[in-house]
């Protein structure tokens, strides 16, 4: 007997192993597809990633001679992103428009960026005269380190590199257990459509 139901001595030996041997291939299919659709990487939310840079921070500290810091940041370990400190833990990591990040000049030069800004213009300019005569009419620039379109949406500070933070101990374990307690669930319903629907009308057949 099990869980109650009647047994399944007088069932053919061949419909035992039958019933048995698929009743494992969908207990077995079952965990498959769970480990499959589940046991996957965490989404990028903020809570799920681990800030690796800044663009803001990697054009800060290059040197002048860099030249436009962009490419050397996108080709840095990780992934690009948009984080703001505005988002909670369960908001996702925004998608940066590459087209338009590549529009972009970022350096800790500011003769650079204005040249950049301004092509042509101020070529006939030194260096120092071209960073004098802008800071005096824009000082707020002085920090100024990049130079973005509009349509990017985002600043240097917000643009970054991350990776996604691996899952913890717990985390892993409550995937395995959701996976087994499903499994489980499976195997009992297999098991009572076995011994309440098949072993009555087959029995003895």
Sequence with gaps: MLLGHREDAGLATGWRVTCRVLAA????????AMVHSTHTPPEPTRRNVRV?????????????????TIPAFL??????AIVRSTMSDTDLVGAVDMAELGRGFCSPDVAAQVRHEYPGYYDGWSDERLV??????YPEFSERLCVLPTWLGAGPAEIVKYELRPRSLLGHAGLWLRTLLVAALVA??????????????????
Excluded: Q, W
Aim: no cysteine.
């Design 75 to 80: 080709s840095s370990s990780g992934t690009p």
């Design 25 to 32: 291939l969908a207990i077995v299919a079952t965990v498959g």
């Design 188 to 205: 009992m319903g297999l098991a009572n459509l076995y011994y309440r629907l098949l072993v009555p009308r087959f029995a003895g057949a």
């Design 52 to 68: 690796l840079l800044t663009l803001e921070d990697y054009t800060r500290n290059a040197t002048a001679e860099a030249g436009n």
């Design 132 to 137: 004098s005569s802008f800071l005096e009419k």
